[in-house]
């Protein structure tokens, strides 16, 4: 078994930054990729970022350029550095893992149980 434990959400005003963190537990061997999804209130669950066990990178459209998402294998943490943050961003932000690569279309295996992001002046 595995556990995801997010920290680092909270309130921002547009422009600002935060950086979420997920630490891994358990039965890591059982995990190769991880990545961030949000979902808002009435809207579909999105993938916003994934990594690799090889460190490769994939994100959203709506986060490009402004979202860093980064794993310290060591530490078996995984973080979403989030820049530039506009009032869409708005969402519980939830960590997964995956033994398979986290393409869009395919849930992980393993689900943190999420922390609120909320941008707002």
């Known amino acids: 078994q595995v556990q995801l434990v997010e920290s680092g959400g909270g309130l921002v005003q547009p422009g600002g930054s935060l950086r979420l963190s997920c630490a891994a537990s358990g039965d890591i061997y059982r995990i190769s990729a991880m990545a961030w999804y949000r979902q808002a209130p009435g809207k579909q669950r999105e993938l916003v970022a994934s990594i690799t066990s090889g460190g490769n990178t994939d994100y959203a459209d709506s986060v490009k350029g402004r979202f860093t998402i980064s794993r310290d294998n060591a530490k078996n943490m995984v973080y979403l550095q989030m820049n530039s943050l506009k009032p869409d961003d708005t969402a519980v932000y939830h960590c997964?893992?995956?033994?398979?690569?986290?393409?869009?279309?395919?849930?992980?295996?393993?689900w943190g149980q999420g922390t609120q992001v909320t941008v707002s002046s």
């Open positions: 997964g893992a995956g033994a398979r690569p986290l393409v869009p279309g395919r849930l992980p295996d393993y």
